[in-house]
T-cell receptor, first 113, second 115 residues
Framework: AQSVTQLDSQVPVFEEAPVELRCNYS??????LFWYVQYPNQGLQLLLK??????LVKGINGFEAEFNKSQTSFHLRKPSVHISDTAEYFC???????????FGGGTRLMVKP | EPEVTQTPSHQVTQMGQEVILRCVPI?????FYWYRQILGQKVEFLVS????????KSEIFDDQFSVERPDGSNFTLKIRSTKLEDSAMYFC?????????????FGDGTRLSIL
């Protein structure tokens, strides 16, 4: 079984500042890692995914994440945020057997002008 | 870009009644999923469906729940004898296949309110 912890429930940040949203996971098997974003009144949209290969993955909207196996982390970063990045961000893992995603509790990113 | 569509966006039902939540997955996708998010809690996996049968299910998905693909386009979640604690946002998702490089695409959700 897998579990995901998103350490920050809310992250306030000023526009054009950098941001890091933290995600840690636990699993007894190899995992595949995902970040999803949920804008108000919308569904979950895939930002990026790590399946294998390079540990630094780039996604949509200028976001990137780094897989760190030794620290069991997959933190999401953006060097300069915009007001439009205000949303809920979910980290998720999937094991190597089965398709179910296990989600973290979400982090609400609030970008202020 | 193709989307997963869910109807209705909001469903209000009396406790004890049956409810059917509807989803139209992306047309060439083969795997279908239901997740739910109780207010203030994590998104939780309910069930996955492939080739007209359940592929995986969580412990949440008990005899109260059932899924069906009644035709070539719809994928439904039926909840019988609804309880107050069934109130949640229900998300449908689909993926092209079960391969590890196939992301799940989510709909906008149906907010189910049990009174």
């Amino acid at each position: 079984a897998q579990s995901v912890t998103q350490l920050d429930s809310q992250v306030p940040v000023f526009e054009e500042a950098p941001v890091e949203l933290r995600c840690n996971y636990s699993s007894s098997v190899s995992v595949y890692l995902f970040w999803y974003v949920q804008y108000p009144n919308q569904g979950l949209q895939l930002l990026l995914k790590y399946l294998s290969g390079s540990t630094l993955v780039k996604g949509i909207n200028g976001f990137e994440a780094e897989f760190n196996k030794s620290q069991t982390s997959f933190h999401l970063r953006k060097p300069s945020v915009h007001i439009s990045d205000t949303a809920e961000y979910f980290c998720a893992v999937r094991g190597n057997a089965g398709n179910m995603l296990t989600f973290g509790g979400g982090t609400r990113l609030m970008v202020k002008p | 870009e193709p989307e997963v569509t869910q109807t209705p966006s909001h469903q209000v039902t009396q406790m004890g009644q049956e409810v059917i939540l509807r989803c139209v997955p992306i047309s060439n996708h083969l795997y279908f999923y239901w997740y739910r998010q109780i207010l203030g809690q994590k998104v939780e996996f309910l069930v996955s469906f492939y080739n007209n049968e359940i592929s995986e299910k969580s412990e949440i998905f008990d005899d109260q729940f059932s899924v069906e693909r009644p035709d070539g386009s719809n994928f439904t979640l039926k909840i019988r004898s609804t309880k107050l604690e069934d109130s949640a946002m229900y998300f449908c998702a689909s993926s092209a296949d079960r391969g590890t490089n196939q992301p799940q695409h989510f709909g906008d959700g149906t907010r189910l309110s049990i009174l």
